[in-house]
Nanobody, 121 residues
């Protein structure tokens, strides 16, 4: 089993920044991807960004390119999401997820509990 624990959400004004963290523990894999998704009220959960752990390759949704950056700390088994130039439409619950096959758009078998990000206008 894998446990993913997110932190760093909160309330911020439009134009501000937040950094989310997701610490992974438990079972290890040879290759995997760690990603961020978000779900706004009344909407489907959507992909935000992912990192393929073995290569460090990153991929972003068009809506966040140039504003959000996914990064990692290997020693801490932690992935981060630096969110800059936040907009009210970024308001959502942000989830960390792990895909055991290292795919970009995989099944993401493991999920964190989510952290709320609210951007006020």
């Amino acid at each position: 089993q894998v446990q993913l624990v997110e932190s760093g959400g909160g309330l911020v004004q439009a134009g501000g920044s937040l950094r989310l963290s997701c610490a992974a523990s438990g079972r290890t894999f040879n290759s995997y991807s760690m990603a961020w998704f978000r779900q706004a009220p009344g909407k489907e959960r959507k992909f935000v960004a992912t990192m393929q752990w073995s290569s460090g390759s990153t991929y972003y949704a068009d809506s966040v390119k140039g504003r959000f950056t996914i990064s990692r700390d290997n020693a801490k088994n932690t992935v981060y999401l630096q969110m800059n130039s936040l907009k009210p439409e970024d308001t959502a619950v942000y989830y960390c997820a792990l895909d055991v096959q290292g795919l970009v758009y995989g099944s993401y078998e493991y999920w964190g509990q989510g952290t709320q990000v609210t951007v006020s206008s």
